[in-house]
């Protein structure tokens, strides 16, 4: 079973936006007395006409920010990499909603919105979204949004209800001007339940103060369990060798002979691992010895790919059980190094949104995740051999005792819903 959580907080000059990983609530930040409620009129599109080909392009845009903001990762951070595009391409959704003139002009170009097409775009968010959350006892993926705007603050009927329609997005006011530190505890207290308590604090002590205005929030919550399951008994220790050269004896989980999707060339090899129904599945990329490097600059050619040319082999799995926090990436400036620009600025324009003029101070994003052997036995696996074969042929061996990509995506769609390396062992 994984478990992950993931948190993208932009906060700005007044103007706070959050996004996080979520699952069942177990307190009632509503029942804060710092918080009231807005009502749009109107409720939720339960129901949006969306196409499967409009889900598709939709998914393969928002994978292609997923890639680019992926470099600027690697790039300037250390460590193990892990986060979660969906999550970061809806907040932002969101507010690209409320944006107007240049502002929307440079959030399009990066985020590779249609301009033209705005009430078809989040429409297709709306359908994308209410396609994701699923939930039941084996698999749990689940979207929440939020708005915080402070009390008394001129939010548009209209922004009010292009979030209801088309995100769910709930509004609570809070009182930032003589509640300051409150309010901060209140968004935290909200981002810890949706995250299954796994990301606490996301908002750090002086962070807002009494001039923000408003906080959006977005969280994102998966738990799955895989297709087939490993077995606990058969976990044993083995070398990991990691991306500096350094050895480490860790965990390792086994599976002796399953038929898995796979692809190899001369530089890699690939395997996707499914969960319970194949919903979802885990890509993992593990470059041969000496081609990291080579894999990571040409990330998106190789995960398109590996799309195209799997097939099903039988396999002996040998992988990393691992858990880690990500710190908290800013991720303002990586949208700055993409051409995002207009938005921080003083002079940005989200009159789609208030009266009140607004920019946005920074954004920030926070991961958690965790793999172990969890899941139910294979019920829907089969091995097809052909009438005249005795046995199945030798396992391909995939020992992922290296540093390699992942990816979670959704099958449907083929929606990245998160992304990460591990460059060194993590327990």
């Known amino acids: 079973m994984r478990h992950i959580a993931t948190i993208f907080l932009p906060i700005g000059l007044s103007f706070i936006l959050l996004t996080g990983c979520t699952e069942d609530s177990k307190n009632d930040t509503s029942s804060n007395s710092n918080i009231t409620t807005l009502e749009s009129n109107l409720a939720r599109n339960l129901a949006p006409q969306v196409s499967h080909d409009e889900l598709l392009t939709l998914a393969d845009s928002n994978n292609q920010f997923a890639f680019t903001l992926f470099d600027k990762l690697y790039d300037n951070e250390t460590g193990n990499i892990f986060f979660s595009p969906y999550s970061i391409t809806e907040a932002l959704a969101v507010v690209y909603a409320g944006a107007n003139g240049d502002t929307k002009t440079e959030m399009a170009s990066?985020?590779?919105?249609?301009?033209?097409?705005?009430e078809q775009l989040h429409n297709r968010f709306n359908g994308l979204d209410l396609h994701l959350n699923q939930n039941d006892e084996n698999y749990t993926f689940e979207v929440a949004n939020a708005?915080?705007?402070?009390?008394d603050f001129p939010v548009l009927d209209s922004y009010l209800n292009t979030i209801k329609v088309n995100y769910g997005a709930n509004v609570k006011t809070l009182d930032?001007?003589?509640?300051?530190?409150?309010?901060?505890?209140?968004?935290?207290?909200?981002?810890?339940?949706?995250?299954?308590?796994?990301?606490?604090?996301?908002?750090?002590?002086?962070?807002?103060?009494?001039?923000?205005?408003?906080?959006?929030?977005?969280a994102v919550y998966f738990k799955g369990r895989w297709q087939s399951e490993f077995y606990e008994d058969d976990t044993k220790?083995?070398?990991?060798?990691?991306?500096?050269?350094s050895t480490?004896?860790?965990?390792?989980?086994?599976?002796?002979?399953?038929?898995?999707?796979?692809?190899?060339?001369?530089?890699?090899?690939?395997i996707n691992v499914p969960y319970q129904k194949n919903r979802s599945s885990m890509l993992i990329i593990l470059p041969d010895e000496g081609a990291f490097s080579n894999a990571i600059n040409n990330i998106e050619r190789i995960y398109r790919q590996t799309q195209e040319n799997m097939t099903s082999k039988n396999i002996a799995l040998k992988m990393p059980k691992f858990e880690f926090h990500t710190p908290l990436y800013n991720i303002k400036e990586y949208l700055k190094m993409l051409g995002m620009n207009q938005p921080f600025l003083a002079s940005a324009d989200f009159s789609n949104l208030s009266n009140t003029t607004l920019k946005i101070d920074a954004v920030l994003h926070k991961a958690f995740i965790k793999v172990d052997e969890k899941g139910t036995e294979a019920t829907a696996a089969t091995v097809v051999i052909d009438a005249n074969v005795t046995k199945p042929p030798e396992p391909i061996v995939f020992n992922i005792n290296r540093p390699f990509i992942f990816f979670i995506k959704d099958t449907l769609s083929g929606q990245i819903l998160f992304m990460g390396v591990m460059r060194t062992p993590a327990t």
Do not use: C
Not at 183 to 192: G, L, Q, T
């Open 237 to 245: 220790n083995a070398t990991f060798t990691a991306e500096d050269g």
């Open 248 to 270: 480490h004896e860790i965990a390792f989980m086994n599976q002796r002979e399953l038929y898995y999707q796979y692809f190899k060339t001369d530089n890699y090899q690939a």
């Open 176 to 218: 930032y001007v003589n509640q300051t530190e409150a309010s901060r505890i209140a968004i935290n207290n909200w981002v810890e339940e949706k995250t299954h308590e796994r990301i606490k604090d996301i908002i750090p002590k002086g962070e807002i103060d009494e001039t923000t205005l408003l906080v959006l929030t977005n």
């Open 147 to 151: 708005m915080w705007p402070q009390k």
């Open 110 to 118: 990066v985020l590779n919105f249609d301009i033209n097409q705005e």
